[in-house]
């Protein structure tokens, strides 16, 4: 599986961004796709993700904010950002796990101007 990631940038605190990930290569079998972050010295954490047929989940700190969504019939996922906070700055990687292995995208950076 091959992830594509695309849609970082520099924004205001309060604005927004929309995150695409497109996957390609081995496709069936795919249950899970989301969306982690990482800021320099910290673990990566979850941001958001969902299950085949499921409902997103979030964590708790961007509940309410971003809201994930997934087109199956183009094997997309989308993170909507919205009113931005200077501690959602980080590195976001798209992710898929498929039959137990988890793949990931390169990276796209989110800039969060105070």
């Known amino acids: 599986v091959q992830l594509q990631a695309s849609g970082g940038g520099l924004v205001q605190a309060g604005g927004s961004l929309r995150l695409s990930c497109a996957a390609s290569?081995?496709?069936?079998?795919?249950?899970?796709m989301g969306w982690f972050r990482r800021v320099p010295g910290k673990t990566r954490d979850l941001v958001a993700h969902?299950?085949?047929?499921?409902?997103?989940d979030y964590a708790a700190s961007v509940k309410g904010r971003f809201t994930l969504s997934r087109d199956n019939a183009d094997n997309k996922v989308y993170l909507q950002m919205n009113n931005l906070k200077p501690e959602d700055t980080a590195v976001y990687y798209c992710?898929?796990?498929?039959?137990?292995?988890?793949?990931w995208g390169q990276g796209t950076q989110v800039t969060v101007s105070s």
């Open positions: 969902i299950l085949n047929n499921g409902m997103p």
């Open positions: 992710y898929a796990r498929r039959q137990g292995s988890d793949f």
């Open positions: 290569g081995k496709l069936n079998g795919i249950n899970v």
